[in-house]
T-cell receptor, first 118, second 117 residues
């Protein structure tokens, strides 16, 4: 069964350092999401791509976070500089479509990348 | 903006018994999707069940079923014959139906389910 791949699974970094996470969605999925999940809370959307275009980054802290999906396939989320409050799970997810039809409406998640900032 | 509320931070159930998790949402849209996701301690989010808003019939998946009340904006999950493997954090989620919001998925705060042997 196809899966959303994420790496690294675990990352420990010092405050003010740069960190990057990679995501490879399920093949053929046009929509890609990055979520941040603090322990014990629900995931919050950071950025959503439709193919290579950003369609929602309203909750992305743009002074330190950036995301790209250059060829409309895999994606990278970067944090520079990392702060203590960035410690969280970063989840990548994908879906076939952007919800405009009743097919391909399920969103599939990767295993997540757990970030600890010290 | 849509909001999703799960009013039960924690629930517990005896093995083989039935438990219901509550979820309410706020929206002005008429077309949308609703989901229940399960997140075990391993952390991967797994889809449990989904419901399209236009369907009046409640969705079922084996031991999992929902009670979808569109007018009341309520979407509860019933787990029958609970098993130890059902222990996890459960999230209710709302997805917009395309348009300018491109199918944004919004989560509730989650409910921790404990299953007692």
């Amino acid at each position: 069964e196809a899966e959303v791949a994420q790496s690294p699974r675990y990352k420990i970094t010092e405050k003010s350092q740069a960190v990057a996470f990679w995501c490879d969605p399920i093949s053929g999925h046009a929509t890609l999401y990055w979520y941040r999940q603090i322990l014990g809370q629900g995931p919050e959307l950071l950025v959503q791509f439709q193919d290579e275009s950003v369609v929602d980054d309203s909750q992305l802290p743009k002074d330190r976070f950036s995301a790209e999906r250059l060829k409309g396939v895999d994606s990278t989320l970067k944090i520079q500089p990392a702060e203590l409050g960035d410690s969280a799970m970063y989840l990548c997810a994908s879906s076939l479509g952007g919800g405009q039809s009743y097919s391909g409406n399920t969103i599939y998640f990767g295993e997540g990348s757990w970030l600890t900032v010290v | 903006a849509q909001t999703v509320t799960q009013s039960q931070p924690e629930m517990s159930v005896q093995e083989a018994e039935t438990v219901t998790l509550s979820c309410t949402y706020d929206t002005s849209e008429s077309d949308y999707y609703l989901f229940w996701y399960k997140q075990p301690p391993s952390r991967q989010m797994i889809l449990v069940i989904r419901q399209e808003a236009y369907k009046q019939q409640n969705a079922t998946e084996n031991r999992f079923s929902v009670n979808f009340q569109k007018a009341a904006k309520s979407f509860s999950l019933k787990i029958s014959d609970s098993q130890l493997g059902d222990a996890a954090m459960y999230f209710c989620a709302y997805r917009t139906f395309g348009g300018t919001s491109y199918g944004k998925l919004t989560f509730g705060q989650g409910t921790i389910l404990t299953v007692h042997p």
